[in-house]
């Protein structure tokens, strides 16, 4: 069984930075896909970036493009999410996710973090 753990989210100023880190727990773990989204009430999940677990390749949102990094540390089966020049529009509770295969859409991830508070003040 795979469990998934989110840290790193708080109270930040517009323009500002955070780093997430999702911490993956499991006996063996190689899943295809990692990925971070984010909710806020009311909404459907929103996909922000994906990596492949080993070989790194990135793809992102395009509202997040050149501010966000996608990052793995395999050895430590913990994925980061860069996030710079947040927004106010960006506050949501982030979950990072695992995926068989290559996918932005959240119903094709199996695995799923408790999430993290992100919120961004105005």
């Known amino acids: 069984q795979v469990q998934l753990v989110e840290s790193g989210g708080r109270l930040v100023q517009a323009g500002g930075s955070l780093r997430l880190s999702c911490a993956a727990s499991a006996r063996t773990f190689s899943p295809w896909v990692m990925g971070w989204f984010r909710q806020t009430p009311g909404k459907e999940r929103e996909f922000v970036a994906l990596?492949?677990?080993?070989?790194?390749?990135?793809y992102y949102a395009d509202s997040v493009k050149g501010r966000f990094t996608i990052s793995r540390d395999n050895a430590k089966n913990t994925m980061y999410l860069q996030m710079n020049d947040l927004k106010p529009e960006e506050t949501a509770v982030y979950y990072c996710?695992?995926?068989?295969?290559?996918?932005?859409?959240?119903?094709?991830?199996?695995?799923w973090g408790r999430g993290t508070q992100v919120t961004v003040s105005s």
């Open positions: 990596i492949k677990w080993t070989v790194g390749g990135t």
């Open positions: 996710a695992a995926a068989s295969f290559w996918t932005t859409n959240h119903v094709n991830y199996n695995y």
